[in-house]
């Protein structure tokens, strides 16, 4: 007898729907308009991957324990804010200052780890939207609500530099979702991440040091927040404290439509790269077409909406499997 176990057609479903999703969307906008398989506008679709991609890895290790990071925008915006003081102040290597924008990330993530396992804070949705509005206000104290320019090449280099028109910032994605494809699926700390994700008491009985494994997801978040906000920087060629302002729910929204759960446990860096992709192709898409900027955000909403409707649908089909299972 074969031991090969047939998939199901909710698991086909919930592997290859985003990827459906991403091919409807995209024949869509080609037929809906002529400039949008244009050469120039595709790599511009993978420049405005390339951020939400970076911070939505952050946010898939976050998700996959049964949390949430609110703060994200706002880590990516004073991150890069003291990296434009630490500009002001005399700093003019580029490594120096992406280290000082990086280190300010890792140390917001931190703090955010340490308010869910030192002070056992109840919820992370609420720890996080606590240090939103910290990292937010500090930006805009800290640079009296201006933008800081004047950084040298080599920061602006990873946001702005192209290899024939294809953006080097979305090579970089490509190259750190390999990296985290193997952290998550081929090391024991990727999987103590799913198992802590996937039943917390189960983990806590096997061993599994469970408030290391939170610490060190709030740090990857606040890790990429920051290193997504070195990607604006490069865009922009500034840093403004009132910048990221939907990246947390644009975040969000990509991890679930690739297949991320609410309810932890679940969830692939591929097929959070699809979503990130998805949601940059739908603004694209709808700025071709001339839609305003209030419609490309009840579109994004409704999107989110539905989103969150099949994780919840998802979840409670499974549920009902294991009673039924179970009788």
Not at 198 to 205: P, S, V, Y
Request: proline share 2%; glycine share 10%.
């Amino acid at each position: 007898m074969s031991n090969t176990k047939k998939l199901s057609f909710k698991d086909l479903a919930s592997k290859v729907g985003p990827c459906l999703a991403l091919i409807v969307i995209f024949l869509i906008f080609t037929v809906a308009t002529p400039k949008f398989l244009q050469y120039d506008n595709l790599m511009n679709v993978f420049k405005q991957t390339s951020i939400n991609a970076l911070i939505s890895a952050g946010m898939l290790i976050v998700l996959i324990t049964a949390g949430i990071d609110l703060s994200v925008g706002a880590v990516c915006a004073l991150s890069t804010c003291i990296m434009g003081l630490a500009l002001q102040a005399g700093v003019q290597n580029s490594a120096l200052l992406i280290l000082i924008c990086l280190a300010t990330g890792v140390l917001i993530g931190a703090f955010n780890g340490a308010l869910l396992t030192k002070l056992h804070l109840p919820h992370p949705f609420v720890s996080t939207l606590g240090t939103r509005n910290i990292a937010r206000g500090l930006a805009l104290f800290l640079t009296g609500a201006a933008t800081i320019g004047g950084f040298p090449d080599g920061v602006l280099s990873l946001g702005f530099s192209t290899i024939n028109g294809f953006p080097v910032s979305f090579l970089a994605v490509i190259i750190l979702f390999i990296c985290f494809h193997f952290f998550l699926n081929k090391t024991s700390l990727g999987r103590q991440i799913y198992c802590v994700g996937g039943n917390a008491e189960a983990a806590r009985l096997s061993g599994i040091r469970s408030d290391r494994v939170l610490l060190i997801c709030y740090i990857l978040s606040g890790l990429m927040a920051a290193l997504a906000g070195v990607v604006l920087v490069g865009r922009t060629a500034t840093a403004y404290p009132l910048a990221g302002d939907t990246y947390d729910t644009d975040a969000i929204a990509a991890c679930i439509i690739g297949g991320a759960s609410f309810m932890g446990g679940k969830g692939t860096i591929w097929g959070t790269l699809i979503g990130a992709m998805l949601i940059a192709i739908i603004r694209n898409g709808l700025n071709l077409l001339g839609a305003s900027s209030y419609l490309q955000q009840i579109v994004l909403g409704a999107v989110i909406i539905l989103a969150v409707f099949v994780d919840v649908t998802r979840e409670r089909m499974e549920a009902k499997a294991r009673r039924l299972a179970a009788v």
